[in-house]
């Protein structure tokens, strides 16, 4: 059964850090890239970012470049998502994806194919 399971959410002040797990389990890890997307309340969804199969690329929304970065270890099956530097606007639902892309050669912030049920980070100001 493909599952993705969130961890690491919560409050946190203006200009604190939190780091994300993603638990991935159910299919091939490195087959597919996977990505952190958000959604606050009344919005819609964001990408934040992206890692390939391999860990060889990444991508970062213009709004947390430089604030955030993204790993993963395929052999614990765990991807994990530092967020430092954290803003009011910050704050959101943050979904870990995946995306199929078994070339590992590319990965994206506009859409993907799994989605785990997400984590609720708050950044209070």
Known sequence: QFELVESGGGLVQFGGSLRLSC???G???DDYAIGWFRQAPGKDLEGVSCITGT?????????????FTISRNNAKRTIHLQMNSLLP?????YYCTALYDPSSSSCTLS?????????QV???S
């Open 55 to 67: 860990g060889s690329m990444t991508e970062f929304a213009d709004s947390v470049k430089g604030r």
């Open 89 to 93: 606007e910050d704050t959101a639902v």
């Open 111 to 119: 859409y993907f194919d799994h989605r785990g049920p997400g984590t």
């Open 23 to 25: 638990a991935a389990s």
């Open 122 to 124: 708050t950044v209070s």
């Open 27 to 29: 299919f091939k890890v």
